[in-house]
Structures are given as structure tokens and as C-alpha cells.
């Protein structure tokens, strides 16, 4: 199969997002080491955390309603320019205050492929590749941020080898300076994306509402994605991590080799994606890898032995990540051009939501049995996929993407 060319807008976008996703993977690692570093107590901890995650939240809205009219390439060059700032201010402040104001600018995330304001333009902004090669962009898109995150999570370490070396290096929080080149990288990137990636304005100066005809459609889409991320939020890395050590005694090493596993599987599944899609079409292989990928998720507690969760997790990883780029060709593909901004913002912006509340819960039930989150992940996930099946599966889409063998 030829992978047909992209754009030299979409390749741009890649390379802008290569960049942060860089900083996002370097961050993650850093942000809980450098709180704790300032001598942050655990609740001025969660204070942080929680204002990154309400600043995605907050700053994709703010997206949705305005990111068309103020212009997506401003909006995405100016993201770059904060995420610039924040690095600062991470780097050079101890002040709880200016930590969560920057937080709350919404261009920090620790999430490397759905991150927030920057994911939603990105979406829109690939979604002008024509039908074709729109898939095969967005699968790429991901194992991008992917690739790119999990080489800034190595370079993590790169602060405690240069203080092995050099007895006065700089501390840890001041790596959090990193940001600014990386960040004013993406945003040259950024700022050389051609017009081709905004929406035409409308002649007479009148505005609209960013969300129309496709209303309806988009708030069923936001419900299903925010059920789907709670689900997922019951096992997120950190407690899989918890669950193989006290369930098998793993060590940090043995887990560390697990999960560099799960992100090669991870890229590799969406670079597989465009292949299904073009045999069976965007919502076939959006249900039909997602579903049994659940049943595997289930499957993992009855595993005897840490071999055996791993081939699961491994088994369970490369199916169920064939859903990230389809999902969003999919969303893409149902709406039409001047309407994508706000449908992806709203769209993520419902899986951020929602995606705390399984880990809180998590806990509680693992009162009933150590791997009960795995079981209920696995049931929420698969009731989203057969709504989503009963609710989309006789919803045409247009001829553009019929003609490619996306249509369902």
C-alpha cells in the first residue's frame, strides 16, 4: 500500500507537534519530581495538577467558541508562546500562585497524544487533507506525539547525568527552561502554516455560532468519548504500574521494560489503523478493534503470572489504540469544515472531564478485589462501543469519504 503525500501544512503540523510532545513527555516526568523538590506539600501538589488539567479544559472551550474567528494559525503560534512562558515560570518560580496561573493558560498538558487546546486546532487544521489521505495524516499525527514523548520521558534523565558529572548542575526545575526553545520551535512551525489551514470568513462580517447543523450529532459524540475516558481513567499507567508490583511483584525496571513495550505497540497500531479503515471503514474499526480489546482488558487480573499479563496488556494495547486516529477522522468526517474546530474541541474537551473520576474511584474498588478496576474499565468501554454502534452505524457520511472506504 503507497501512503499518499501529505501537505506541507500537515507536515508542519507534525513537526510542530514533535516539538511539544517532546516537552510534554520531559515535563510529565518532571513536574511531580520539582513540586516535591520546591517542598510543595501534597495538597499544593494536587492543587497544580488540578489546574493543568482544568487549563486544557478551560483553554479548548475557549477554542471551540472563539479559535475560527480569532484564526486557528494565531491561536496555535500564541499556544506555543505560553507553553514558552510556562516553562519559565516552572523553571524560575516557587510561587503556588504563578504555577497554577500558567497552568490554567491551558498550555501545559502530561498528556502527549490528546493534549488539550493544541490537539483541537491540530485536528481541525489536518482535517483539510482531502479524503484519501486524511486517515493516514492523522495516524501518523499519533505515532508522532508518540515517538516524541516517549524520547522526552528518556531524556528525563539527562538532569541527574549531568549532576553525576558536574557537582553544581542546575536542579531539576530548572530544565523546565528546555521549554522555551523547544516551544519557540513549534512556533515557527506554527507561524508557517499557509492560510489554506483557516476557515473562510464570511463576506458580509456576520458571525456564527461554531456549532450548527452538526449540534446534535457532536453532543452525542462528546457523551460516548467522556463515558469511553472514564472508563479508561479506571487504568491509567500509574495504577497498572501499582497493580503487576503488588499483584506480581514486579520491579520498577521489569515495569519500566513493560510500558516501553506498550508504546512501541502503541505507535505501531497507529500506523496499522489506515489499512483497516480503508478494508471496513472508519466506524467498523473503531467498534470492531475497540470491542475485543475490552474483552482482553477484562482478561488481564485471571492472568497466573506476570508473562502472561504482559502478552494481555501487549495484545490489548495494539487493538485498542487503532481507535485514536480513527476517532478523530471520524468526528472530522461527520462535520463539515467551519464547524471542525469547535467539534474537536468539544469533543476532547469531554474526555478531559471525565478521565479523573475513574482513578478516585479506582481505589474504592479495589476494596472488592485488586483487579476489579480492569473488569469495570473493560465493561463502561464496551457499552461505549455498542451504543456508538447502535447510535452512528446508519449515519451516512460524505461522499468524499465514501469514495475512500471510510464511509461506514
Known sequence: MTRPPMSRDARLVLVAQSFRAFAYGFGAVLIGATLRERGFSATKVGIVLAAVVAGTALASVVIARRGDSIGRRRCYVTLYLLLALTGVAFALSDQLWLLVLVSLT????????????????????????DGASRMHVYSRYNAVATAAGAVGALSAGLPGLVRDTWSNGPSDKTWFL???????AGAIAAASLSDRIEVPQHTD????????????????????????????????????????????GAS??????????????????FLA?????????????????????NVLLMCIPLAPNLAGAGALLFARTLLSQMDVPTRQAYVMALVTDDERTAAAAYTNTARYLTRPIGPILAGSVQSIALGAPFVLAGTVKSVYDLVLWRWFSHVPLPDAETKTGAAT
Do not use: C, K, N
Open 178 to 184: 528546555l521549554f522555551v526553545p523547544v516551544a519557540i
Open 106 to 129: 491551558g498550555a501545559l498538558s502530561t498528556e502527549v497524544v490528546e493534549s488539550g487546546p493544541f490537539t483541537s486546532l491540530e485536528q481541525s487544521m489536518l482535517a483539510v487533507e
Open 252 to 269: 520498577v525496571g521489569t515495569i519500566g521494560l513493560v510500558f516501553f513495550g506498550v508504546a512501541l505497540l502503541q505507535t505501531g497500531s
Open 205 to 248: 462580517g456576520s458571525s456564527r455560532a461554531p456549532l450548527q447543523q452538526s449540534r446534535r450529532t457532536v453532543a452525542r459524540l462528546s457523551g460516548l468519548f467522556a463515558l469511553d475516558s472514564f472508563g479508561g481513567g479506571f487504568v491509567v499507567q500509574a495504577f497498572i504500574a501499582y497493580w503487576l508490583s503488588v499483584r506480581y
Open 273 to 293: 489503523a489506515p489499512r483497516l479503515t480503508e478494508r471496513f471503514g472508519l466506524l467498523h474499526t473503531m467498534v470492531f478493534t475497540h470491542l475485543p480489546s
